[in-house]
């Protein structure tokens, strides 16, 4: 990268790289400003103007990023969704030779205790009154599922030939997902490590 | 009632009587109409007077019953919650003696999957971000939550002096929720029947 060769070809890829650098980090302060954003204000006081004041970018940087309000929110929780997932992976490298389960679900409930699941829920309930951003909000809650599903079989290692191994881990996040509810006004943490403690168990007896 | 005796007293009871009949009705309509509002327009679009419209009373009437806002909202989701209780009690007049306990947890799901939970949604949501509104919703929430709780206890037949039944059966209303929440943007119910005939059976061989 340190343009080495001399000839002007390569002085101009040494210039593209850092832009497209600069590009890339931008985009990405305005996706993490949108979640904390939508998470502390809600919808209806998240819009871009307010994003990019809070990222430090200009608005007309802003929009030439992401050219309307959906298309910077809907990207937002994907981007920070994947993020959480792959720190989650990251957290149990051996997948399903995890010793502990235990941490296993605990790990996967707290995907859903902070603030992008906060986020996630002031989108999910704007898109079920607002007719343009319901049908990106139902596109993007298919392929965010499908991926946090994807991961839970594969940190507990659960076999989906197994009749009813599916519906067991489904049942989970869905338990997970109304446990983040309950957290939403109250801080929920000492029952919530009850209810993981018991359904660990639960769950250990179906998956063995 | 009909004013047999003649004297003065008793038919100014019998005037009162139906006067009495006559606020519970409206008071009635206007808890329900509430619900709908919410539910369909979310908090933004709710407000005292489009809920006196929906309900065919004067907004004066409406204001008389419920002087603000809050009062009115937080009082419609505790009043339906109360009444779908109720309805779901005399579902299964036998409670834990019921030998279908596919259907009593199928039916406490369904709690979830309505115009009422939608509606508590909205109010859940909008109270996280708005402050005079979250210490109501807050309360509110534990004393719905707390008559969930004793309905499910009832109905499933769990003893709770065993240790795990509470958080069990917490685990599976945390569930029934997040399945609630599975359902505001898409029609989920054939997944939503498969997780919970997998995990009856899992509840059926833990609270035996």
Chains 1, 2 share one sequence.
Not at 116 to 134: D, G, I
């Amino acid at each position: 990268m340190g343009g080495v060769s001399g000839t002007a070809n390569t002085a101009d890829r040494a210039e593209r790289v850092p832009k497209q650098d600069r590009s890339r980090a931008t985009r990405q302060r305005l996706l993490e400003a949108a979640v904390a954003c939508l998470a502390e204000r809600g919808w209806a006081g998240s819009t871009v103007s307010v994003v990019a004041e809070h990222a430090g970018v200009s608005r007309g940087a802003a929009q030439h990023h992401f050219p309307t309000r959906e298309d910077l929110f809907t990207a937002a929780v994907e981007y920070v969704a994947e993020e959480r997932s792959l720190a989650l992976r990251a957290l149990f490298p051996d997948g399903a030779a995890t010793g502990d389960r235990r941490a296993v679900v605990a790990a996967l409930v707290d995907l859903y205790t902070g603030p992008l699941f906060r986020a996630a829920l002031h989108l999910w309930v704007a898109a079920s009154n607002e007719e343009p951003l319901r049908a990106r909000v139902t596109e993007l809650e298919a392929r965010v599922g499908r991926e946090s599903h994807r991961t839970a079989v594969d940190l507990l290692g659960a076999d989906e030939t197994r009749p009813g191994a599916r519906e067991t881990v489904q049942g989970l996040l869905d338990m997970a997902r109304g446990l983040g509810l309950a957290n939403l006004l109250t801080d929920d943490r000492a029952r919530r490590e009850r209810v993981v403690d018991q359904w660990t168990r639960l769950l250990a007896a179906e998956l063995g």
